[in-house]
């Protein structure tokens, strides 16, 4: 396990070069001046103007720049912010929680349902309601997520007034940050109707970022159990007076999830990273909005840490379920 583990993170090596290139070389190619978009409606004479390029090192040969940032980088340093001239990672730490609340919640309800629609779709094999469900995936997996969230903001919010349209809680609660989760923060505050109110505020952008693995899910949850049903060893247990339950609970589901699994975690990976529209949409503070508030405003370290963060946590998740799947699955660790 620990050769496999090594040659998992040398592959990451060049992973994360390209990663730190790529985040360095595009944000530079945005037309606009950092500087101008940083000091808002003040305008600076061009001495001035030239001194803080000089100050902040944008006057510099791209390569250098880039070796400064990954120099920094090395020491733990993610570089400060030019609009805010806050640590970037200060920030990150602000937001961060917020992000993995809305991926968690996106990604529980993605996996109860889509286990769930995935059982009963492989279990009821070309009746009406495997074409449905079936059908159902394929619409929410292809389904534009800008467009979805406003559809269900229209509908939900502004039509039946049953949820709030962004924000992750009501101003009228005035919640202590303990844990960064505002769910677990609005359940220790004790306040009448915080915790339903974090709920109600996380229910459609959870919904919106889960509806792609959701399809994803109940495709492959059918797919593989498909495929288990057909084995000796369930009509072995069927053959054996066996109950319908646990045939299929305890033989089927279970051999059944091992591919589930490595999808799940891919997902998790990529709900994490891909937060983005979905924070958009919702005015969610998170790190896909914050991300993309800066690529406006082109402040440049922190579209790079942003970028560099979520890669690594996408890359994290992978790495782990690639080492859940060598200790499932053992022939996985002989093939590496």
Known sequence: MFTFLLKKLATLIPTLIGITLVSFGLIRLIPGDPIEVMMGERRLDPEAH?????????????????FDYISKLAQGDLGQSLVSREPVAKEFAALFPATVELALAALLLAVSLGLALGILAGLK?????????????????SMPVFWW???LIMYFSVGLAWTPVSGRISIEYDITRVTGFLLIDSWLSGEEG??????????????????????????????????VLREDYIRTARAKGLGAGRVVIVHALRNAL??????????????????????????????????????????????QAGILISALTFIAVNLVVDLLYGVVNPRIRSQH
Request: with cysteine; proline share 4%.
């Open 194 to 227: 915080a915790f339903k109110s974090a709920c109600l505020h996380l229910l459609l952008p959870a919904l919106v970022l889960g509806t792609s693995t959701m399809a994803v899910v109940a495709r492959m949850t059918r797919s593989s159990m498909l495929e």
């Open 125 to 141: 094999r070309g009746s009406l309601l495997d074409q449905g469900v079936m059908g159902v995936a394929t619409v929410g997996y």
């Open 149 to 151: 969230g406003l559809i």
């Open 258 to 303: 091992i591919p589930v699994l490595t999808v799940v975690g891919m997902q998790t990976g990529s709900l994490l990273a891909g937060a983005v529209l979905t924070e958009t949409i919702f005015s969610w503070p998170g790190i896909g909005k914050w991300l993309i508030d800066s690529i406006a405003r082109r402040d440049y370290p922190v579209v």
């Open 50 to 66: 030239a001194a803080l390029v000089q100050r902040l090192g944008l006057d510099q040969p791209l390569h250098i720049q880039y």
